[in-house]
């Protein structure tokens, strides 16, 4: 079983065709996942921004299970109801989980559930934001940064949250994975961990409620095999460690580099799952890649 992650942070006026799609088709890929920002946010001043979508989406035509994240450039274009038609997701939430193969359990967050960006935004989100940011974040050309130091620097537009239901939908995921013998993959916009993320910009790129996150992800029996995420244009990776029931467990945490900084277009990571576990190929998709995924002879 192989499975692909696509980071296609994508400015389509200076990039040609993705021809990490011809990759991906000669390696045999059957489940695709994006992980969001599909196009720069800078198209939401064009009139043709749906086809400017269609013009990366045909690259994703050929495989048989494609699967969008919504980034924050998403949803400078568009409402989250125009993306899932665009994506042509319909049936979907925005979260929800997958069996990409037997024994595996991907399962897909919405960063963006609580969200200040255009019409999807709620006033819950609108009042997260305003009580740890004192600045006129929806003033445009206001420096909404200021003042915010360490941990709280997270607290800015273009980070969102995971509501209430979403936690305890993934609480419960978890739970049925571990019950049904299925190691587990989860896939997010916004990287999870302040230490999977360029060190220049720690706490940047995070969840508002990103601790509530990561302490679903601990606090269960299931095996987290990997965390992938993307919105932080250069990317990172940490192991998270922690202790849950008496014992040290750890999460390793990706964060792909996004092809607009990519030295090639070939700007993704290859996932081989099987019984033995997960296996991370094309590790220049990732800044640092951790030991225990690194290829070997027999995940071939
Ligand atoms: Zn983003």
Redesign the pocket.
């Known amino acids: 079983m192989i499975k692909d992650l696509a980071r296609l ?1 994508l400015w389509q006026r200076k990039r040609g065709r993705l021809r990490a799609t011809a990759d991906w088709h000669a390696q045999g890929v059957q489940t695709v996942v994006q992980l ?2 599909l196009i720069d946010g800078k198209n939401a001043a064009s009139k043709d921004k749906k086809a400017a979508f269609q013009r990366v989406l045909e690259e994703f035509e050929g495989f048989p299970d494609v699967h969008h994240i919504i ?3 998403d949803l400078y274009n568009l409402t989250k109801a125009e993306l899932a038609a665009v994506f042509a997701t319909t049936k979907r939430d925005p979260y929800y989980s997958f069996e990409p193969c037997s024994g595996w359990r991907g399962i897909i967050l919405d960063s963006y559930e609580l969200t200040v960006i255009g019409p999807d935004a709620t006033k819950e989100a609108e009042a997260m934001l305003s009580a740890s940011n004192p600045n006129d974040w929806r003033k445009p050309g206001v420096d909404f940064q200021t003042g915010l130091e360490g941990a709280m620097k997270r607290f800015v537009p ?1 980070n969102g949250a995971v509501g209430d239901a979403q936690l305890k939908w993934l609480r419960a995921q978890l739970a049925e994975a571990h019950d049904a013998g299925q190691r587990v993959l989860v896939f997010v ?2 990287p999870l961990h302040p230490l999977a993320q360029q060190a220049a910009y720690r706490y940047t ?1 995070l969840p508002w409620n990103y601790h509530a996150i990561l302490s679903v992800l601990e606090s269960t029996d299931a095996e987290v095999a990997a965390v992938f995420s ?3 244009h250069s990317g990172g990776t940490t192991d998270h460690h922690f202790v849950w029931r008496g014992q040290e467990r750890h999460i390793p945490h990706y964060s792909l580099r996004a092809a607009v900084e990519a030295e090639e277009p070939t700007c993704h990571a290859t996932l081989v799952l099987s019984d033995a576990g997960l296996c991370i190929e094309n590790a220049h998709a990732c800044v640092r890649l951790l030991d225990a995924h690194k290829p070997s002879s027999h995940h071939s």
């Open positions: 942070t969001g920002d980034g924050n450039h273009y916009h916004i790129c993307g919105h932080d």
